[in-house]
């Protein structure tokens, strides 16, 4: 699977006193999606470790730009894909789209593919992605 | 106020299942940073809506560069500043340093500074922040 | 619509060190609930407001007593219904089951129906939920 | 330590569209308080297992009775202690009063003191809290 396609109400539980969302809620649901686009494709957390020996995908780098708000009750969808595999990191992209039509924001996460590294002094280490889990990324 | 310094100790509530802080808990600690620096320089929400008629600084960019995690137990120090004022927006930006010395992570916030307008689509509107507010943030 | 039933798949986003759900989340996982209860039955929180008035369903007690706990990628069922009407109050039940058919937890919620009451300390007070409400809790 | 004070300064971050702390975040800081009201008594979750071997102190129970909101800048003081140890299982209550002096809420946490049971089907189980570790929560 290439993309992932998530619909989210915005709830109560995720509006702040202004009756949109809080803006960290976006980034969980970033990583929620990433998530769920790696399982989608039998990489869950469970399989990264048991077949590829990887402990997790730690953040590098993330970010949003925000066009337009999310208001309580409204529905958007968020759309996840991995844009670029980059040798020990990649760069995840989510775009989320208000009922309406009109964009919400744009988000990223640059994440490391990490092994354990007893030696290390982080106990862990980046290592190149492998071309038979990038390969998993097609429709 | 220029500078607004926080030590958080990174407790269970914070942490994932690799042991180090969910990342998005970050951007929840610079809106609280954020909210700290302005209501030292007396520009806390409810001042802001009182004297300058805001109500609210939504959100325009936000982002983050990880350097080295952050691990239960461990206390970290974030220092927070407003590093640019640019008309009707201004960055907000993040540093946290471990206990160790090291870099955890740097992050930015660009937000505006937004009154009603009732007769937009939105219902609000960006202006200029105004110079006395901008001048309370001196040491 | 007397049940409402959600399928929750445990995430990374939800769990703490020890793998398993932080407990705070089955709190927030119990107002989404509500808010899907209601909302299936024509009382979102929009509604509620335009045909009721209220403006909102402020806590009274909250509570749950835990079973099992809930591992990452394991995936749950909540079933939320309305126990209990009790003239200003009522009562949320919330019972979770584990995939393997184990009980996870059961917790609930006790709201007020409120509407303003600008005279009062509070700016609100407690009022009997109307019949026309309560009926719409039916299959 | 027999009691541990907290002061929390109710902010942006924590509250709801409706101004007021969004209800899951007091079970937040109940979780907080208790590692730290531990912590101070040399039972952080570091300590707990290196001494005693404890890899968690996994809910049982909680719940909270709501007395009257937490607004946006209000600041509130939280007190925890144990209440009761009662072997296997102890129970942490946790008081907050608003800065006007009223109750905002009291509440609890039954929690089990656990230890690794490689034999069990859940892979812990709880045993009785030693007394070397009661006896720290004296004044």
């Not at 020990?88 to 996460?109: M, N, Q, Y």
Request: hydrophobic share 40%.
């Amino acid at each position: 699977m290439k993309e992932y396609k998530s619909r989210i109400r915005i709830e109560w539980a995720h509006c702040d006193a202004a009756g949109i969302v809080f803006y960290p809620y976006f980034y969980t649901w970033f990583d929620q999606a990433t998530e769920r686009l790696f399982t989608a494709n039998g990489l869950g957390y469970g399989d990264l470790k048991r077949e590829f020996g990887v402990v997790g995908m730690p953040l590098v780098e993330s970010g949003a730009t925000y066009r337009n708000a999310c208001h309580m009750v409204d529905s958007v969808e968020q759309t996840t894909w991995v844009d670029e595999w980059t040798g020990r990191t990649f760069v995840v992209k989510h775009r989320l789209i208000r009922s309406d039509g009109r964009p919400a924001l744009e988000g990223f996460e640059r994440r490391a593919w990490v092994v354990p590294a007893p030696d290390s002094s982080k106990g862990i280490k980046a290592i190149a992605v492998p071309q038979t889990a990038i390969d998993r990324f097609r429709d």
